[in-house]
């Protein structure tokens, strides 16, 4: 892998890589959208592809018989070792080939001056975290990949979010708008240069902009609440940073002096190959800690340098060397460092990385104040390659769904018991990479781990690390590691309390059959004794109806047939009329799915959890949902993922200063999926259709019960529901426009509706030309 990263490298800045040439030589992998330079490594070489019209493959071979076994790509072979050997390079045959712009990474395209070119798009103003904007092939109704470039660094984007005025303007049939999530190293307060390209690498627009820093107000509380969802904070760093990392110092010293007398032996574990370069300061890192009860555990995987010569020079009894002798892989070697740990706490450093020298006093620390604690994990300054280049530091509360969707916690700054090992095992070592995350993953899932703010652990990574994103087998692995999880999270829903009171589950439904079929179908595995259904339809199709109907004669839901659609507060309101009046209620989408012990989660929550009034679950939305990152910046939107915490809503609310995760506080979510005790929704007033047609009321609701009720709404991590987002806004948008608008976009009712239902239209939600009109 390593050597694949430096040839990648390499490659960018070589003009024997010519992605004009490869692209049209190879009009396939232009409409993959793959990476270009990836596609060679990992496909085109061995499709016998040439990279340029300057080297081939097969020839350089054949003029260097000595590489006739060469199991690494012939183009990174001369790149890193063949061009300073002097080996020879020859031209494909001097074919006429015509002039291909070099359009790698590090040269900038040109402008795009053709007229007549039928790709066009445009950058709307950017926003605080946001970019958006259009590209479109005018002819070709079907959405198209672009790419976004910031200083240089590409991503690819397909455009296909539907807006008005580009229908209105001739851009087909309007669906080719996009809205990008800034990655967090760019909120940095430091001006970009952004292109907007074609996948040929023609410029369709450009800017500048600056992304501003968040402010974190002097608060703590809002940098714990922010880091849920945004684990980095980039570096140069700000007052307002400042003041939250000198908190974090405070913290530390605290923790430091909360280590117990006895001071129980911590085990570190270094697995090391060929490093014998790094390993000195390794160990040096380790012998320098405040905390000297320690026992540091390296295993040789096999090295053919002086790594174990340079280790044998350190005298210390504490320094305990396994050799394999032969390279068993990082994770073999970790367990068998684990397997002859005698510490109560077990820490884990690699060779090149380090720690504060308060490090291992801190973490001990912390598990005395949390006494419950399998593992714990802190915050890291990370670094490209030394520590002269800070790119920022990484840290956050910590979130289960976003854990399980992408890893942001560090084993060089991740520490658990002993006794945790013993009972779950070890690093898997059936996985080829990505071991520390499905540990900690693990451990996360079966027990107790909480995040400690402070920042005492050092990380340095090749930029590179970063840049290959479309690794094939980095890909698999991650696959894998998300199989396993889901499987953890299978046996936690197994493990659920059963259910001790009625539930009656409110559906305000529209359309989506599919959608709304396999909502019911997982309430039906749900125990009947205590839950019943009660479907509210807002005037679908007959199908839909008559599915409906069908249910209702089998005594499976509560059925109420509008003939208009209402939208969902009123229908929400309409359910609840006629349901059991002792039941607690579940106001649920119809394109949600409750996993196996979900409910039961919820339930439990509602009941144990001080001055609870609501609970909600994860809310998991599909892989590739374009609104995942802008709930959750972090996220990696290819894979699935929770948005019940979410950045756009900023919800998250009174984190604990060591959060474990399991429950969270928020004041408000979206109402997809939400559990609501009935003495709590008697003292309430209900939802208010009149002034929240569709949206609005969740809110309002939520404003409600905490602050004048004041119960809490806590988001509940072991239950989770999945979401198929806005399936049913979709059909009624294509069904009927003038609808649409009035619920979905003015949230409000009709003249001759508000007359129907005694409405009054609210002056606050009126336009200033309708104030002025005087006509409300």
Same mark, same amino acid.
């Given at each position: 892998?390593?050597?694949?990263?430096?040839?990648?490298?390499?490659?960018?800045?070589?003009?024997?890589?010519?992605?004009?040439?490869?692209?049209?030589?190879?009009?396939?992998?232009?409409?993959?959208?793959?990476?270009?330079?990836?596609?060679? /490594?990992?496909?085109?070489?061995?499709?016998?592809?040439?990279?340029?019209?300057?080297?081939?493959?097969?020839?350089?071979?054949?003029?260097?018989?000595?590489?006739?076994?060469?199991?690494?790509?012939?183009?990174?072979?001369?790149?890193?070792?063949?061009?300073?050997?002097?080996?020879?390079?020859?031209?494909?045959?001097?074919?006429?080939?015509?002039?291909?712009?070099?359009?790698?990474?590090?040269?900038?395209?040109?402008?795009?001056?053709?007229?007549?070119?039928?790709?066009?798009?445009?950058?709307?103003?950017?926003?605080?975290?946001?970019?958006?904007?259009?590209?479109?092939?005018?002819?070709?109704?079907?959405?198209?990949?672009?790419?976004?470039?910031?200083?240089?660094? !590409?991503?690819?984007?397909?455009?296909?979010?539907?807006?008005?005025?580009?229908?209105?303007?001739?851009?087909?049939?309007?669906?080719?708008?996009?809205?990008?999530?800034?990655?967090?190293?760019?909120?940095?307060?430091?001006?970009?240069?952004?292109?907007?390209?074609?996948?040929?690498?023609?410029?369709?627009?450009?800017?500048?902009?600056?992304?501003?820093?968040?402010?974190?107000?002097?608060?703590?509380?809002?940098?714990?609440?922010?880091?849920?969802?945004?684990?980095?904070?980039?570096?140069?760093?700000?007052?307002?940073?400042?003041?939250?990392?000198?908190?974090?110092?405070?913290?530390?010293?605290?923790?430091?002096?909360?280590?117990?007398?006895?001071?129980?032996?911590?085990?570190? /574990?270094?697995?090391?190959?060929?490093?014998?370069?790094?390993?000195?300061?390794?160990?040096?890192?380790?012998?320098?800690?405040?905390?000297?009860?320690?026992?540091?555990?390296?295993?040789?995987?096999?090295?053919?340098?002086?790594?174990?010569?340079? /280790?044998? !020079?350190?005298?210390?009894?504490?320094?305990?060397?396994?050799?394999? &002798?032969?390279?068993?892989?990082?994770?073999?070697?970790?367990?068998?460092?684990?397997?002859?740990?005698?510490?109560?706490?077990?820490?884990?450093?690699?060779?090149?990385?380090?720690?504060?020298?308060?490090?291992?006093?801190?973490?001990?620390?912390?598990?005395?104040?949390?006494?419950?604690?399998?593992?714990?994990?802190?915050?890291?300054?990370?670094?490209?390659?030394?520590?002269?280049?800070?790119?920022?530091?990484?840290?956050?509360?910590?979130?289960?769904?976003?854990?399980?969707?992408?890893?942001?916690?560090?084993?060089?700054?991740?520490?658990?018991?002993?006794?945790?090992?013993?009972?779950?095992?070890?690093?898997?070592?059936?996985?080829?990479?990505?071991?520390?995350?499905?540990?900690?993953?693990?451990? $996360?899932?079966?027990?107790?781990?909480?995040?400690?703010?402070?920042?005492?652990?050092?990380?340095?990574?090749?930029?590179?690390?970063?840049?290959?994103?479309?690794?094939?087998?980095?890909?698999?692995?991650?696959?894998?590691?998300?199989?396993?999880?889901?499987?953890?999270?299978?046996?936690?829903? !197994?493990?659920?309390?059963?259910?001790?009171?009625?539930? $009656?589950? /409110?559906?305000?439904?529209?359309?989506?059959?599919?959608?709304?079929?396999?909502?019911?179908?997982?309430?039906? &595995?749900?125990?009947?004794?205590?839950?019943?259904?009660?479907?509210?339809?807002?005037?679908?199709?007959?199908?839909?109806?008559?599915?409906?109907?069908?249910?209702?004669?089998?005594?499976?839901?509560?059925?109420?047939?509008?003939?208009?659609?209402?939208?969902?507060?009123?229908?929400?309101?309409?359910?609840?009329?006629?349901?059991?009046?002792?039941?607690?209620?579940?106001?649920?989408?119809?394109?949600?799915?409750?996993?196996?012990?979900?409910?039961?989660?919820?339930?439990?929550?509602?009941?144990?959890?001080?001055?609870?009034?609501?609970?909600?679950?994860?809310?998991?939305?599909?892989?590739?949902?374009?609104?995942?990152?802008?709930?959750?910046?972090?996220?990696?939107?290819?894979?699935?993922?929770?948005?019940?915490?979410?950045?756009?809503?900023?919800?998250?609310?009174?984190?604990?200063?060591?959060?474990?995760?399991?429950?969270?506080?928020?004041?408000?979510?979206?109402?997809?999926?939400?559990?609501?005790?009935?003495?709590?929704?008697?003292?309430?007033?209900?939802?208010?259709?009149?002034?929240?047609?569709?949206?609005?009321?969740?809110?309002?609701?939520?404003?409600?019960?905490?602050?004048?009720?004041?119960? !809490?709404?806590?988001?509940?991590?072991?239950?989770?529901?999945?979401?198929?987002?806005?399936?049913?806004?979709?059909?009624?948008?294509?069904? $009927?426009?003038?609808?649409?608008?009035?619920?979905?976009?003015?949230?409000?009712?009709?003249?001759?509706?508000?007359?129907?239902?005694?409405?009054?239209?609210?002056?606050?939600?009126?336009?200033?030309?309708?104030?002025?009109?005087?006509?409300?």
């Amino acid at each position: 892998m390593l050597l694949t990263v430096k040839g990648y490298n390499a490659m960018k800045k070589s003009d024997l890589f010519n992605v004009g040439y490869y692209l049209n030589k190879h009009e396939s992998v232009r409409k993959d959208g793959m990476d270009v330079l990836l596609h060679y /490594i990992y496909y085109g070489s061995k499709k016998g592809y040439n990279p340029s019209p300057l080297f081939n493959s097969e020839e350089y071979i054949k003029l260097n018989p000595d590489l006739k076994s060469l199991k690494i790509n012939p183009l990174i072979h001369y790149l890193l070792y063949g061009k300073s050997e002097n080996r020879k390079i020859s031209l494909p045959h001097h074919e006429n080939i015509p002039h291909f712009e070099n359009k790698n990474i590090t040269t900038k395209p040109k402008r795009n001056k053709t007229k007549n070119r039928k790709i066009k798009g445009l950058f709307n103003k950017p926003s605080k975290d946001k970019l958006s904007g259009w590209a479109a092939e005018i002819g070709n109704n079907h959405p198209i990949n672009v790419i976004i470039s910031i200083d240089n660094i !590409k991503f690819t984007i397909k455009p296909s979010n539907y807006r008005a005025d580009l229908k209105r303007n001739g851009i087909n049939e309007g669906k080719h708008a996009f809205k990008f999530t800034i990655p967090m190293d760019f909120l940095d307060g430091i001006e970009h240069e952004i292109l907007l390209k074609d996948t040929d690498g023609f410029i369709l627009d450009k800017l500048t902009f600056k992304w501003q820093k968040p402010d974190f107000e002097n608060k703590f509380s809002r940098y714990t609440s922010y880091s849920i969802t945004n684990p980095i904070v980039a570096f140069p760093f700000n007052e307002s940073d400042k003041k939250i990392f000198a908190t974090m110092e405070n913290i530390a010293n605290y923790l430091i002096k909360q280590v117990p007398e006895e001071k129980p032996l911590v085990s570190i /574990i270094m697995p090391v190959y060929n490093r014998e370069g790094l390993i000195t300061n390794a160990i040096k890192s380790v012998l320098n800690q405040t905390y000297k009860n320690f026992e540091l555990i390296i295993i040789d995987d096999g090295s053919s340098d002086k790594t174990c010569e340079n /280790i044998l !020079k350190i005298k210390d009894k504490r320094i305990k060397l396994i050799r394999n &002798k032969e390279n068993l892989g990082i994770s073999a070697s970790r367990n068998k460092g684990l397997n002859i740990s005698k510490g109560k706490y077990i820490m884990y450093l690699d060779s090149d990385n380090d720690w504060d020298n308060r490090y291992i006093s801190a973490m001990v620390g912390a598990f005395r104040v949390n006494k419950d604690a399998s593992a714990l994990y802190c915050g890291q300054y990370v670094f490209e390659e030394s520590k002269t280049n800070l790119k920022y530091v990484r840290f956050a509360s910590l979130n289960k769904g976003l854990l399980s969707n992408r890893n942001y916690i560090d084993l060089n700054a991740y520490a658990h018991t002993r006794d945790v090992y013993l009972k779950y095992g070890g690093f898997d070592e059936s996985l080829v990479k990505c071991v520390d995350w499905d540990l900690i993953l693990k451990y $996360s899932t079966f027990a107790k781990t909480y995040s400690v703010p402070v920042i005492l652990s050092n990380y340095y990574f090749d930029l590179a690390d970063n840049t290959i994103t479309s690794n094939p087998e980095l890909s698999y692995t991650i696959k894998q590691v998300h199989e396993k999880q889901e499987k953890r999270l299978e046996k936690i829903g !197994k493990r659920a309390p059963k259910l001790t009171r009625g539930v $009656s589950v /409110i559906i305000p439904s529209y359309e989506a059959l599919d959608d709304l079929k396999i909502c019911l179908e997982s309430l039906f &595995k749900l125990d009947s004794k205590y839950v019943e259904v009660v479907v509210v339809d807002n005037n679908s199709s007959y199908d839909v109806k008559n599915y409906l109907r069908k249910l209702k004669l089998e005594n499976k839901i509560k059925l109420i047939l509008n003939h208009e659609n209402y939208g969902f507060t009123y229908a929400v309101n309409q359910a609840i009329e006629i349901a059991k009046k002792d039941n607690d209620i579940v106001l649920l989408n119809n394109d949600a799915v409750f996993t196996e012990g979900a409910m039961e989660y919820l339930q439990e929550a509602a009941y144990t959890l001080e001055n609870c009034g609501i609970t909600v679950p994860q809310q998991v939305l599909p892989a590739n949902t374009k609104t995942i990152d802008v709930h959750v910046p972090y996220a990696n939107p290819q894979y699935m993922c929770d948005v019940n915490l979410s950045a756009h809503h900023k919800n998250v609310i009174n984190l604990p200063l060591y959060h474990n995760g399991i429950y969270t506080e928020v004041s408000f979510v979206a109402f997809f999926c939400v559990y609501i005790r009935r003495d709590v929704y008697d003292k309430s007033l209900g939802l208010d259709a009149e002034n929240g047609r569709h949206y609005r009321s969740d809110v309002i609701y939520s404003n409600f019960i905490r602050n004048v009720l004041n119960y !809490k709404i806590y988001h509940v991590s072991n239950a989770i529901v999945y979401h198929k987002l806005q399936k049913a806004t979709t059909q009624l948008q294509e069904k $009927s426009d003038k609808h649409h608008d009035l619920m979905f976009v003015k949230n409000r009712w009709s003249s001759s509706e508000r007359e129907k239902f005694g409405y009054k239209q609210a002056i606050w939600d009126l336009t200033r030309d309708e104030i002025e009109s005087g006509k409300y």
